[in-house]
C-alpha cells in the first residue's frame, strides 16, 4: 500500500476513519478481506505469497496499515513487512502494537516501511529506515505516502523525481480532503474514494506490471464500515466487506 489517508478523532463516535490505496506488482497473488483469527479476530485481506497484509482492523477497534518506505539503506527486508501488520492485529491498542514492533526490529530485519497504528486513544506513525522513529498524531487529517507523511518527507538520492513528485501529491491530497464544515464522516469518506481514484492526484497508478491493485474505505467506532474495491478504484466499484 502506497497512500493512507486518515482522519483521526475528526467525527463524533467515529475516531477512525482510513481511506487508502495499495500499489504492488500485478501477479503478486492476493485474498481479499476476510475474518482471520490472527491472535485476535481481524478483519483484512491476505498476501499469498508472504501470508501478511498491508491493512486491517481487530475486534479492539485497532486498525493498522503499512505502506512501503523509500530509502537509501541496504535493508535486507529477510522477513515480510506484511507479517508485522499481522502481528500488531494481535494486540489491543496502538501503543501495545507499537511496543511489540521495537522489538521486533530488533529480533528480524525488515525494508523500510510506514507503520500507521491507530485505536480511539491513539495514533502512532512508525517510521523504519534502519532506525525506528515514532510520530504521534494529533487529531486531523493526516497523508502517509512512501517518503513520509504530512509535509515530512525524505526524499532518497535513488528516486529524486519520483519522490519529490509524490511529496507533491500527498500534499494536494492532505489539503483537498480536509473536512468541509458539516461533513459526516460518510460524506468525507466517500469524497475520499473519489479522490484517490482521481488521476489529478497521482496516487492512483497505473505502470508496466505495478500498480493500483486495490483500494479500500474504514470507518471504526460506534458503526464500521469498511468497502474494498479488488483493483485500481478508478475502474473498480468499492463493495461491502463483513465486519466483525
Do not use: K
Not at 509535509?151 to 501529491?169: C, W
Amino acid at each position: 500500500m502506497c497512500t493512507i489517508v486518515l482522519a483521526w478523532q475528526v467525527f463524533e463516535d467515529t475516531p477512525i476513519a482510513f481511506a487508502a490505496n495499495r500499489d504492488e506488482l500485478l501477479d503478486r497473488p492476493s485474498e481479499p478481506p476476510d475474518r482471520r483469527q490472527w491472535g485476535a479476530e481481524a478483519v483484512a485481506p491476505a498476501d499469498a505469497e508472504a501470508e501478511g497484509t498491508w491493512e486491517g482492523y481487530n475486534e479492539h477497534g485497532l486498525l493498522v496499515a503499512v505502506t512501503n518506505r523509500w530509502v537509501d539503506a541496504d535493508l535486507a527486508g529477510e522477513r515480510s513487512r506484511g507479517l508485522l501488520v499481522r502481528d500488531c492485529l494481535s494486540h489491543e491498542s496502538a501503543e501495545d502494537a507499537a511496543r511489540a514492533v521495537e522489538g521486533a526490529v530488533r529480533e528480524a530485519e525488515y525494508a523500510g516501511f510506514n507503520l500507521l497504528l491507530a485505536d480511539a486513544n491513539a495514533a502512532l506513525l512508525l517510521e523504519w529506515d534502519g532506525q525506528l522513529a515514532v510520530r504521534n498524531f494529533e487529531p486531523g487529517v493526516h497523508v502517509v505516502v512512501n517518503v513520509g507523511a504530512d509535509g515530512d518527507y525524505r526524499i532518497p538520492s535513488s528516486r529524486p523525481d519520483a519522490g519529490e513528485q509524490q511529496a507533491v501529491n500527498a500534499d494536494r491530497l492532505r489539503e483537498v480532503m480536509q473536512v468541509e464544515p458539516g461533513e459526516g464522516v460518510d460524506s468525507w469518506l466517500d469524497r475520499a474514494g473519489e479522490t484517490i481514484a482521481d488521476h489529478d492526484y497521482g496516487v492512483c497508478v497505473h505502470g508496466d506490471g505495478f500498480g493500483t491493485r486495490s483500494s479500500s474505505l474504514v470507518a471504526l467506532g460506534d458503526g464500521e464500515r469498511y468497502e474494498f474495491a479488488d483493483g485500481p478504484p478508478c475502474r473498480t466499484d468499492y463493495r461491502p466487506v463483513s465486519g466483525i
